[in-house]
């Protein structure tokens, strides 16, 4: 059986963070967007214009040996990431680094359609198949409420920015509640959250 096509959700932009107990919040990684499609051994990777990459070639078997799962349509990004876990751009772009997926969702599984469920059990179902390490697949997680804080400290560990998600979104494109982006810039400021969710952004990037 052959996986059906999808069409990535797109990524909304917004000028100001804001938290809700309704949303959860990820890093946005600096890398290229990609659908990974898993089956028969094989991983295709598809960028959002719907073109192949072909320079990945260690994903086409390295994403299958590390994904418990048969078949599987992974949404994440391509990154190279530092020592200290984040994303660089240039060496991805360069080919300099090894390169990594980092899977933040996941909209089929061994024949089950899951766009319609729920995104924080869409990303329960991406955790359990999900190596710890990996050594192509790592997965992608996730700060629940506290969306200000959390870009706070984005930048304050320079990071691209973070995106917004609705924890109960079906995966549909251009469906509201969308994906929203927040691009990161200088910002000072601490709260009583923020010991907490210091903690968090390493245990994100590792």
């Not at 997965?139 to 691209?160: I, M, P, Q």
Request: proline share 6%.
């Amino acid at each position: 059986m052959s996986l059906p096509k999808f069409q990535p959700m797109p990524l909304g932009r917004a000028r100001a963070p804001f938290s809700h107990s309704d949303w959860i919040y990820e890093i946005k990684w600096d890398g290229f967007r990609a659908l990974a499609y898993i089956e028969d051994g094989v991983c295709r990777l598809v960028s959002r214009k719907g073109n192949v990459f072909k320079s990945f070639p260690a994903f086409t078997v390295g994403l299958p040996d590390d994904l418990r799962a048969s078949a599987a349509v992974l949404d994440g990004e391509i990154v190279c990431l530092d020592s200290d876990g984040k994303s660089q751009f240039e060496e991805l772009l360069f080919r300099r680094g090894e390169a990594r997926f980092q899977a933040c969702d996941l909209l089929w599984c061994d024949g089950d359609d899951l766009r319609y469920v729920p995104l924080i059990e869409r990303k329960a179902r991406l955790r359990a198949i999900t190596p710890q390490r990996g050594a192509c697949l790592l997965y992608s997680g996730h700060v629940e409420r506290e969306g200000e804080e959390f870009f706070k400290l984005a930048c304050e560990h320079d990071l691209v920015g973070i995106v917004a998600k609705h924890r109960v979104s079906p995966y549909i494109p251009n469906s509201e509640p969308g994906w929203l982006r927040f691009a990161t810039r200088t910002i000072h400021s601490g709260s009583a959250a923020k010991n907490s969710l210091n903690a968090s952004v390493p245990m994100i990037l590792t």
